[in-house]
């Protein structure tokens, strides 16, 4: 398994911005066990603009914390590279994905895959997700606590299975659901955060060794499904991005190869469905905690708006954004914040840093979605969704399935606390709730 760290330049405190002494070992653990808390003390101690060096950096990785350094990170394409440092994600997703490709090829890569992702396209899904959320609904609502997340999970898994694959089929969509689970738990992607040998598959009791049978899992149900597909005999059909992949010919009239729609698939799947489901976890999570805002939002649902409620899920994404940070390479020697960047270091645009700066969101810590109602926040304070020309292009389907997921659940209970507020972890590039994000339903 190699990952493109050969690049990237070793650490040198006169080259990089500031960090902490703290042993790598120790940042590292204290990043995993309280990524807010722990990135908010160094943005503290060393300002906006300052170098964390955690695994599985050989440098540094060089961290955004406010509203101008997060934009030039995401929008300033010629010092600031996508898909390089994506390739972090390689192992897991396939370097023909989206989301590892750099440009050129990325914009042209990404026009092929807009248009099943566009609004009104998506609009097209809300039926099928209704009825899946329907489905799913006597699961939660049972009066006990239940924790969200893996709810969510299955839900956002079959979505994607749906919108993506156009699989309807349960036996297959349960054999996916096992193996993406799997796949993506929290022991085995944890890999593409280890040093460099202990990322290699060393047998089949080895971290790297079981990430590769894993991985094989996922690949393996893929192609059998796209193998079917070539073979229907009426031609692939259907409005799924399947389907669009399979019609779509590049500018010489080939085909797209079948390791290229893998790597697309799989990239999609991974990185739609986990992301989707904690927003849903932190957004109900946080409502349960908040009953005045809470009861706002259902009053406002009861009385046929849905001003609040897209307001609830933008200060959600601000106090709990699911993906922690967007990432790039410098593709040069340059600055950010006045802070020197060796070329090829890797450069983060740190969201919950940004998106708690006291300077732009007063009372940063509270939840009080009326923030949203009362003037549209300023450009780049706040991007749970990144920007630029890298912005994430499943931004409909997930605002559309949170809204669906939260109108249908609002309206057959009241999320109420099932112990004390979580804290957040981080889970690869997940900010995710410590215990599940566990809300008890009571039934209205
Ligand atoms: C609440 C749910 C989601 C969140 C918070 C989220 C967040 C993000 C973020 C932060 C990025 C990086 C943007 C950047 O580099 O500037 C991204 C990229 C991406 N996302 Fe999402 N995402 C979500 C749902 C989805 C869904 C449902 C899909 C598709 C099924 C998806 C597919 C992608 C892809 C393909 C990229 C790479 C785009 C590119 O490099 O051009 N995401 N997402």
Request: aromatic share 6%; charged share 25%; hydrophobic share 40%.
């Amino acid at each position: 398994m190699s990952i493109a760290f050969t690049r990237e330049p070793a650490w040198d405190p006169r080259l990089f911005p500031p960090a902490s002494r703290a042993p790598r070992p120790v940042q590292t653990a204290r990043m995993l066990m309280d990524p807010q808390g722990y990135a908010r003390s160094l943005r503290r101690r060393l300002g906006p603009v300052f170098s964390l060096r955690t695994f599985p950096y050989r440098g540094a990785l060089v961290c955004a914390a406010d509203a101008a350094t997060n934009r030039a990170v995401l929008t300033d394409h010629e010092r600031f590279t996508g898909g390089d440092a994506t390739a972090l994600l390689a192992p897991a997703v396939g370097s023909g994905s989206l989301i590892c490709t750099p440009p050129p090829r990325h914009l042209t890569h990404r026009r092929l895959l807009l248009p099943p992702f566009h609004g009104t396209r998506i609009a097209g899904w809300t039926q099928r997700v209704r009825d899946l959320v329907r489905r799913e609904l006597s699961d939660l609502v049972t009066g006990e606590a239940v924790p969200v997340r893996p709810w969510a999970q299955r839900l956002t898994l079959d979505v994607i299975l749906n919108v993506v694959f156009g699989l309807t089929d349960p036996v297959r969509t349960a054999a996916f659901r096992r193996a993406l689970n799997a796949f993506v738990g929290m022991d085995n992607l944890a890999v593409l955060f280890l040093p460099e040998p202990l990322r290699r598959d060393l047998g089949p009791l080895s971290p790297g060794g079981r990430f590769h049978r894993l991985r094989a899992a996922v690949r393996d149900l893929t192609r059998r499904e796209i193998a079917d597909r070539r073979a229907r005999p009426s031609g692939p059909g259907g409005d799924d991005v399947l389907s669009t992949l399979l019609e779509e010919r590049d500018e010489h009239g080939a085909a797209l190869g079948d390791t290229q729609i893998l790597d697309e698939l799989t990239g999609l799947v991974l990185a739609g469905y986990e992301t989707t489901a904690t927003t849903i976890a932190w957004t109900l999570h946080l409502l349960a905690h908040h009953p005045a805002a809470r009861d706002d939002l259902m009053d406002d649902l009861d009385a046929g708006s849905d001003r609040v409620l897209k307001a609830a899920v933008k200060e959600s994404g601000r106090l709990r954004p699911a993906v922690y940070n967007a990432m790039r390479t410098a593709a040069r020697d340059t600055e950010l914040g006045g802070r020197p960047v060796p070329r090829h270091a890797f450069v983060a645009a740190l969201f919950p840093l940004t998106h708690l700066d006291p300077a732009l969101w007063p009372e940063p810590d509270a939840f009080r979605p009326g923030r949203h109602l009362e003037a549209a926040a300023p450009p780049y304070t706040l991007t749970p969704f990144g920007g630029g020309l890298r912005r994430c292009i499943g931004v409909s389907l997930a605002q559309l399935e949170i809204e669906i997921v939260l109108t249908e659940i609002l309206a057959a209970a009241v999320p109420e606390p099932a112990g004390p507020e979580e804290r957040a972890r981080l889970l690869s590039v997940t900010l995710v709730p410590a215990r599940g994000g566990r809300v008890r339903f009571r039934r209205r």
